[in-house]
């Protein structure tokens, strides 16, 4: 029996296993992992709020991305945990199709602001003399701003035209999350002017700014090789490399996902890769952007030894 999305009040996420060991094992994985990455993105927001030292355009972007991975992280992991030890894994339709924006916008934004964050590093190693006149705050803002109003206006597209679909018959999603691929799998008819619009969105909100990055990035190696391998070019281009390793993997995996005809999705497949975007990502990102860095090493010992002194 057909039935359509205005009859649809719930759906159920099967998440990753339906063995009772497992999903423990799982909650406890997921739990450390979220964890930490609550702590460390937590930890960059409060030391560049907090140091003068940090309030610099590369950390005003280390600022925004920190804050987008908290949000992003808190839009998958708590309903994952949930879902892991709890025997009613239902989410509404509305809860479903929040979700879903939430999670198209934070990840399209993601990717602009990760292009913006590149060609800012471009202009520091390339144009250091000129790097606070080039990236003016006023300038800074713009970017964070257009950042984020690109991604939510294109998730405003992609969940409209998702959730005014007809899905029929079964309302089990076989994912830990609301995604494309389930829900077009559970779509009565997927029409081609939706996938192109899948494609539209993925040229304009992904590729667009991996191309960016990429450039940017083969600039700085440029500028990084003329610098003939000192010490600080040495540590200039393991940053980046790192960067651009784990840039390729968060465009690679949506690419992946998402560039494939919908007569193609794989749901366990997809699941496993789209862990590593909408989980993984956002704890590895302090790792590599920040915590490495003397300056962050030096504002925690700063705001550590000024929290012993006030105690």
């Excluded at 292009?115 to 202009?123: E, L, W």
């Excluded at 959730?163 to 999603?173: E, H, V």
């Excluded at 999705?265 to 952007?289: A, G």
């Amino acid at each position: 029996m057909e039935r359509s999305n205005h009859t649809v009040t719930e759906f159920v996420l099967l998440g990753f296993t339906t063995d009772s060991v497992m999903q423990l094992v799982l909650f406890t994985v997921f739990l450390c992992v979220y964890s930490v990455t609550v702590v460390g993105n937590t930890t960059l927001v409060v030391l560049i709020c907090n140091d003068s030292w940090l309030h610099t355009p590369m950390y005003f972007f280390i600022w925004n991305l920190s804050f987008l991975d908290l949000w992003y992280s808190s839009v998958y992991t708590p309903k994952i945990l949930v879902t892991c030890i709890s025997e009613d894994k239902s989410i509404s339709f509305a809860g479903c199709a929040s979700q879903f924006f939430f999670s198209a916008g934070l990840a399209y934004s993601e990717c602009y602001l990760l292009a913006v964050m590149a060609y800012d590093r471009y202009v520091a190693i390339s144009k250091p003399l000129l790097y606070i006149q080039s990236m003016s705050r006023k300038l800074c803002i713009c970017l964070v701003v257009y950042s984020y109003t690109a991604g939510f206006v294109n998730a405003i597209i992609l969940t409209s035209n998702t959730f005014t679909m007809d899905f029929c018959g079964d309302n089990i999603i076989d994912d830990f999350f609301c995604d494309v691929p389930p829900l077009v799998k559970l779509a009565c008819d997927v029409k081609d002017s939706y996938q192109a619009m899948l494609y539209f969105l993925l040229a304009s909100n992904v590729i667009t700014p991996a191309v960016l990055i990429l450039a940017s990035y083969l600039f700085i190696i440029a500028a990084i090789l003329r610098i003939h391998f000192t010490q600080g070019g040495l540590k200039a281009f393991s940053t980046c490399s790192s960067c651009l390793i784990s840039v390729t993997l968060y465009c690679g995996s949506i690419l992946y996902i998402y560039s494939r005809p919908s007569s193609s999705y794989s749901l366990e497949r997809d699941k496993m890769v789209s862990t590593f975007y909408t989980v993984l990502f956002p704890m590895l990102n302090p790792m590599i952007y920040s915590l490495r860095n003397e300056d962050v090493k030096e504002a925690l010992k700063k705001f550590f030894s000024l929290t012993q002194s006030g105690v």
